[in-house]
Nanobody, 121 residues
Framework: QLQASGGGLVQAGGSLRLSCLAS????????MSWFRQAPGKEREFVAT????????YFADSVKGRFTISRDNAKNTVYPQMNSLKPEDTAVYYCAAASSGSYRREYEYAYWGQGTLVTVSS
């Protein structure tokens, strides 16, 4: 019900825009988040956006470089990743939750399949 796309290979300093398309139900009342998992590391929180487009928070590691927006009419969330670094290389997952803390993975009832972002140095 969540499909992440937009990943790929980019050089350091470049940009990518991911997308998360929700289908099967309306997610306009859910907060939508992105997590990532780098090779050999645990999955970590990246960014979140509230149901109305507010309540936006970022991990310290991406603050100032990433933005996030959503289009509820299209049931889609867009993280824009700028000034990418090799350490941003990971599989990026979108997730949706109706309540709870945005940093807690167990709060999320819906997860996308992940999209791979590779940043070369």
């Amino acid at each position: 019900q969540l499909q992440a796309s937009g990943g790929g290979l980019v050089q350091a300093g470049g940009s990518l825009r991911l997308s998360c398309l929700a289908s099967g139900r309306t997610f306009s009342s859910y907060f939508m988040s992105w997590f990532r998992q780098a090779p050999g590391k645990e999955r970590e929180f990246v960014a979140t956006i509230g149901w109305g487009g507010g309540s936006i928070y970022f991990a310290d590691s991406v603050k100032g470089r990433f933005t996030i927006s959503r289009d509820n009419a299209k049931n889609t969330v867009y993280p824009q990743m700028n000034s990418l670094k090799p350490e941003d290389t990971a599989v990026y997952y979108c997730a949706a939750a109706s309540s709870g803390s945005y940093r807690r993975e167990y709060e999320y009832a819906y997860w996308g399949q992940g999209t791979l972002v590779t940043v070369s140095s």
